[in-house]
């Protein structure tokens, strides 16, 4: 069975940077993936999503700060989050919508 699992999430404070991690267990990331995030009482949305060609799509308001890459050889995808925000407090999860399999989550927490 395919598994994600995200990691470096953490407490950052507000304008720093963070990256997060998804590491898959089958090569699947080349095929292309999103990450999501979701805050207490909310539905998940949408950060950002990269193709298999590697074409990006931002959330409005994870443009210009956010960046989402892959490496195929690793299996990884990684969020780069800079200028991080106190609301960017969330789990952000990665998925692979092909299947609409996700990983456990992992915990952002921006404050001073």
């Known amino acids: 069975q395919v598994q994600l699992v995200e990691s470096g999430g953490g407490l950052v404070q507000p304008g720093g940077p963070l990256r997060l991690s998804c590491v898959a267990s089958s090569n699947i990331v080349s095929n292309g993936m999103d990450w999501y995030r979701q805050t207490p009482g909310n539905q998940r949305e949408l950060v950002a999503s990269?193709?298999?060609?590697?074409?990006?799509v931002y959330a409005a308001s994870a443009r210009g700060r956010f960046s989402i890459s892959k490496d195929n050889a690793k299996k990884t995808v990684y969020l780069q989050m800079n200028a991080l925000k106190p609301e960017d407090t969330a789990v952000y999860y990665c998925?692979?919508?092909?299947?609409?399999?996700w990983g456990q989550g992992t915990q952002v927490t921006v404050s001073s």
């Open positions: 990269i193709s298999a060609a590697g074409y990006t």
């Open positions: 998925n692979y919508p092909q299947l609409d399999l």
